[in-house]
C-alpha cells in the first residue's frame, strides 16, 4: 500500500512532443503507485540545449514523449519498499537523476549506469515514449512518475527547487571540469562556452584549486555571460569574435592550458581552438556536441606532436549530482543570482525558442518550468 500525499488530482497535465515543433498539452491520468515506485509532484524543471535540440528536430527521437530531465519536486505518493530504497518520505523535496539503473548489472556495480544493460541511453527521463505506461516520464508537467530503477536525491533544505534545478548543469561541470580531466592545484584551466555548463565548469575547476581559470565565449550576446564568469570567480574572459585566446592566455599566465573543457554548442572552430590551448601533454575534456563533422582548422597532427589526452564526456554521474546539490546549497558562488527565466507549462515552448535564439533577444543563461 503506497502512502498518500495531500492534495489529490485525478489528471496529470503534460506536455507532449508529438513532432518537431509539435509541443501540445495534454491530461493523462494520475498513475496507481505500488510498493516499488512513487509519484513526483514537480515544483520545478530545468530547460536545457537537449530539450531544444529534441523540440526542433535536430535530435532523432521517438515521438511522442513529455520532454524534461532536470526535475526537482516534492515525493507525493512512495511505495514502502520505495521509500526504505530511495530513503525519502511523501513531502521530502528531490531531484531526479536522467539515467535509470537496474543496480544490478556490471556497468551499473562500477557507477557507468549511462551504460546500464537494462536500461541505457535509451531509457532516459525526458525521452521515453508517453505510450509506455504510465507515460509520465517528463519533467515538463505537474507529475512525474518514479519507477523502481529511477534513482532520486534528497534536496538539502536551504535550497529552492528553481535553483535547485541546476543539479544536472553544476553536476554536469563537477565531472567535465574536475573529475574526468583530474584538475588539481596550480592547473592553468581553459573554459570554452560561457553558458551555465561553462559557468559550473569554471566553479569546478575553481573548486578543484585550479590556479588560472580563463573562459571564453564569442559575440556580443556572450558578453552578459562572460561578465557572468568573471562573477563567478574566472581570471580572464575572452570573447573569441574579437580577440585570439591563445594569444590571451599566453600574455596572462605565460603559457598555455594544463586543461581544457569545451562545453560548447554548435561551435565547429572550438575544437581546434580546444587543441591550439592546451599545452603539450595536457587534457582536453570534448563534451559540447556540435551538430556537424566538420571541425575547422583542426589538424590531427597537433595531438601527435602535443601528446594531448582527449576525454569525451557524456553526462553526469550520481557523485557529481550529490557534489553539486551541496555546492549550490553551499552558498558560495551567486548560482540564485544567475540571470534566470520561469515559464509555466504554457511558457514553455516560447522559453524554449528564446534560449535558442529564435526571439531575437539575448536568451537567458537558465531556463525553467514551474508548473
Ligand atoms: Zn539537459
Ligand atoms: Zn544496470
Known sequence: MAAMGSNRVRDVRALVLEAPRQLVPRELPLPEIGDDDALLRIEACGLCGTDHEQYSGLLPAGFAFVPGHESVGVIDRIGNRAAERWGVAVGDRVAVEVFQSCRSCDACHNGEYRRCRRHGLADMYGFIPVGRAPGLWGGFATHQYLAPDSMVMAVPPALDPVTATLFNPVGAGIRWGWTIPETGADDVVTVLGPGVRGLSALVAAREAGAAFVMVTGSGSHDRPRLEMAMRFGADLVVDV????????????????????????AKAPTAFAQAMGLARPGGRVVVAGTRGVAETPGFNPDHIVYKELRLFGALGVDSRAYRAALARLAGGRYPFESLPHEVASLNGVEALLQAMAGEAGRVPPVHGVMVP
Do not use: F, M, N
Open 241 to 264: 569574435a574579437t580577440a585570439d585566446p591563445v594569444v590571451e592566455l599566453v600574455g596572462a599566465t605565460g603559457g598555455l592550458a594544463d586543461v581544457v573543457v569545451d562545453v560548447t
